[in-house]
């Protein structure tokens, strides 16, 4: 029942910034970290960023020191601020919610996917 709803790709140059958005539709409880992957054509997903609950952040080498992860943990939003943008960071980006469930145990939602293209 719960829906990520991501928003705030398009297409930009090279050197550009985009910042992406992560409404979560209903509170999740449970919450442990939201984030960012991204699967380019012919390519797997991978992390992009990650932000728990205290704070931490984690970050593909690729795109230290030009994209920030952030979050608000009382609304359960998060944002991806991308910075320098390179053709190389082209890509459907998908928030993630990772919560923990007394009976579950880890599971995460996926959002939809935005899709970023960055020309060159």
């Known amino acids: 029942q719960v829906q990520l709803e991501e928003s705030g790709g398009g297409l930009v140059q090279a050197g550009g910034s985009l910042r992406l958005s992560c409404a979560v539709s209903?509170?999740?409880?449970?919450?442990?970290?939201m984030g960012w992957y991204r699967q380019a054509p012919g390519s797997q997903r991978e992390l992009v960023a990650t932000?728990?609950?205290?704070?931490?952040?984690t970050y593909a080498d690729s795109v230290k020191g030009r994209f920030t992860a952030s979050r608000d943990n009382a609304k359960d939003t998060a944002l991806l601020q991308m910075n320098d943008l390179k053709p190389e960071d082209t890509a459907a980006y998908y928030c993630?919610?990772?919560?923990?469930?007394?009976?579950?145990?880890?599971?995460?939602?996926w959002g939809q996917g935005t899709q970023v293209t960055v020309s060159s």
């Open positions: 993630n919610v990772r919560a923990r469930n007394p009976f579950r145990g880890q599971y995460d939602i």
């Open positions: 209903r509170r999740v409880f449970g919450v442990t970290a």
């Open positions: 932000v728990t609950t205290d704070g931490t952040t």
